[in-house]
Nanobody, 123 residues
Framework: QVQLVESGGGLVQAGGSLRLSCAAS????????MGWFRQAPGKEREFVAA????????YLVDSVKGRFTISRDDAKNTVYLQMNSLKPEDTAVYYC????????????????WGQGTQVTVSS
């Protein structure tokens, strides 16, 4: 069974940085494309970033390009989301996800979800 556990969220001032981690059950990271989504209060969940199974291809939503980076460590079964230059509009619950194709995560829900971690950016 696939399990995804996020960590690293918290409260940070605008312009600051956070690194989110997603610890996955055995072989999940190496067997799947991995991604991050977020949901702000009163809004729908949205795609943020995805990385292919081989780690070569990444996708980022336009609003975070140049600020966020997704990476993976298959040996540790962990995926990361490095978030720099954070803005108040980045405030949301961030969810880790696993699926077949990184490209597909941009338009359709992935197969597996974590429970989410709260990121709050103060102005």
């Amino acid at each position: 069974q696939v399990q995804l556990v996020e960590s690293g969220g918290g409260l940070v001032q605008a312009g600051g940085s956070l690194r989110l981690s997603c610890a996955a059950s055995r072989s999940t990271v190496s067997s799947n494309a991995m991604g991050w989504f977020r949901q702000a209060p009163g809004k729908e969940r949205e795609f943020v970033a995805a990385i292919s199974r081989n780690g070569i291809v990444t996708y980022l939503v336009d609003s975070v390009k140049g600020r966020f980076t997704i990476s993976r460590d298959d040996a540790k079964n962990t995926v990361y989301l490095q978030m720099n230059s954070l803005k108040p509009e980045d405030t949301a619950v961030y969810y880790c996800a696993a699926g077949r194709l990184a490209q597909a995560m941009r338009v359709s829900p992935p197969d597996y979800w974590g429970q989410g971690t709260q990121v709050t950016v103060s102005s």
